[in-house]
Every structure is written in structure tokens, then in C-alpha cells.
């Protein structure tokens, strides 16, 4: 039986993470470590929520878990549940690895030569499951789920090069950077499903969906200070509403703005904050550089 290291209080935001996070506990070896639910912060204010973080004797797993019923497609680089295009976590979660793996090595040199792995598992199995053979090695099933992430062959290029090295390493080098993750906020008829990044000024980005279209969104949400005046705070808002309504403008114009994507909403809240909503896509966030 594995170990839940938890000084942060993380926990499982759904039941399908709490269903996975069980069942690696007690299936897996017990020299590895679950780490629940966390927050990882990176450059320029960039935030990763990651479900569980399992540190094997041999390298450190990103676990993304994913509780699908009915459809669900892994591409080599696209997914779709239900026919629907969604984000792909594979490549999402490779990413988390990549600049957990450059964490792990600023904070402590020996760990230079970890291998930092990733893992999707799904917490129950679709009624059809279609996996791309180019990622069939990043995707697993919670039957299967145990058996892999214990085997250093499926985890780790070149197993026979594994470095050795401590958990304690591990987690001295993460301990100072661990949070638990924000609770799900909702704004106007949009739920934030994923804090993205975040300033000391309060003011956020997240990945959201529309609670009765299911649409998929990025919210940004501008914070005001609350220890200005009153007139100072209707000022900043109110400065807020103009940068979107420049936006707006110019898309009415049909102005050259290249690939960049422009807001189609903003709104107050009763907190005093302005969101703006922004289509999810490939290209650049106009509204990025507005706050």
C-alpha cells in the first residue's frame, strides 16, 4: 500500500479523482507516494493544477484523471468526448511535466537526471474508448492503472539508466511551492473549471464553461484593489469596461488584429471584479494584455 503525503490539504475536487486517488493508495507499492490535488506555480504568474503527483522509486508521475461515461477519442494530438473537440490532456499534462521536471532540477541539482512522467487515467471505463496507437503509452484505465505507473519499463525511456535519488529530495524541493487548488468559483452563468495563471493583485484567468451550453471559455477576471477609495475603485473598473469596449470596437471595425482573439463579453460582478470572456482557441488572447 502506498503513502498520501498531504501537508498542503489537498483533495479530490470530484469524485471521480477521489475514486482514482483510492485505488492507486492502496493498490500501489508501499515505498511510493501520493501527493493529492495541488497547485504549482511557474513564470510570469502561470499557474498548474495538477490531480496527483505519485513519486515511484524511479522517476515522479503527473497523474491527470478524467471520469468520462460515453464517447471519449485520444488522437495523436486532438481529443473528443461525445463528438465534442476538446482540449487534449495529454498534451496539457506533458507539458505539467516538463516544467515540473525543470522545478525539481533549479531547486536541487541531483535531481538533474530525474524523469518526470505523465499519466491520464480515466476513472471508469467508456462505454467506447478509442486511443490513438501514437499515445496509447500516455493513456490508462484505472484497472490498469496500478500495473503501469509500478512498472519502471512504461514509465521511464531507457529504464536501465534510471539515476537513483531520494523522495526527500523530492519533496524538499517542492514542498515551498505546493498549494492546494482554488476552489471552483462561478461568475455570471460561467463556472471556472481551471485556474490558469494569477497576479498578487487578484486578478485571474480561467478555463470555464458555460453552465447550460457547456461552452468552453477562458474568463479573466480583474480584481480592484479594496483598500482604494471608493472614487479610485470606480475609476479602475470603469477603465476595465473601456479596454473591452476598445476591443469590441474594433472587431465592429474589422480593424487588422491578426490571429489575435477578442473578447465577446464582459460583466461586473457583485464582489466589485470585471470578467471579460474570451472563446477558447489556438491564437493570442487580445484581452492578455489589457490588465
Not at 16 to 21: D, F, W
Not at 222 to 236: C, Q
Amino acid at each position: 500500500m502506498a503513502e498520501i503525503w498531504n501537508h498542503h490539504n489537498g483533495e479530490p475536487v470530484n469524485e471521480g479523482e477521489r475514486i482514482v486517488v483510492e485505488r492507486l493508495l492502496q493498490e500501489l507499492p508501499d515505498d511510493f507516494l501520493i501527493i493529492p490535488d495541488l497547485q504549482i506555480r511557474y513564470g510570469y504568474g502561470r499557474v498548474d493544477e495538477i490531480d496527483a503527483l505519485v513519486i515511484t522509486p524511479f522517476c515522479v508521475v503527473v497523474v491527470e484523471i478524467k471520469d468520462y461515461k460515453h464517447q471519449v477519442v485520444f488522437g495523436a494530438q486532438q481529443h473528443w468526448v461525445n463528438q465534442e473537440e476538446r482540449k487534449d490532456p495529454v498534451g496539457v499534462n506533458a507539458g505539467r511535466a516538463r516544467r515540473i521536471k525543470g522545478k525539481l532540477a533549479d531547486a536541487d541539482s541531483r535531481l538533474g537526471s530525474l524523469w518526470v512522467s505523465d499519466q491520464v487515467v480515466l476513472a471508469r471505463e467508456p462505454h467506447f474508448l478509442e486511443i490513438h496507437e501514437m499515445v496509447k503509452s500516455k493513456v490508462t484505465t484505472l484497472e490498469r492503472a496500478s500495473r503501469r505507473l509500478s512498472d519502471p519499463e512504461s514509465m521511464v525511456p531507457n529504464a536501465n539508466r534510471i539515476q537513483p535519488f531520494e523522495t526527500e529530495w523530492v519533496l524538499k524541493a517542492l514542498d515551498f511551492k505546493l498549494k492546494r487548488r482554488a476552489k471552483r468559483e462561478s461568475f455570471g452563468p460561467y463556472k471556472a473549471t481551471e485556474l490558469l495563471e494569477s497576479d498578487s493583485a487578484g486578478s485571474r484567468l480561467y478555463e470555464a464553461e458555460h453552465t447550460l451550453t457547456q461552452q468552453k471559455v477562458q474568463l479573466r477576471v480583474h480584481t480592484v484593489d479594496p483598500f482604494l477609495s471608493e472614487e479610485e475603485r470606480d475609476r479602475s473598473l470603469a477603465m476595465a469596461l473601456r479596454s473591452y469596449q476598445v476591443l469590441v470596437t474594433l472587431q465592429e471595425k474589422e480593424a487588422d488584429i491578426g490571429e489575435m482573439i477578442l473578447p465577446t463579453e464582459a460583466f461586473p460582478t457583485d464582489t466589485g471584479q470585471i470578467v471579460t470572456v474570451t472563446p477558447l482557441s489556438a491564437g493570442r488572447l487580445m484581452a492578455d494584455g489589457l490588465w
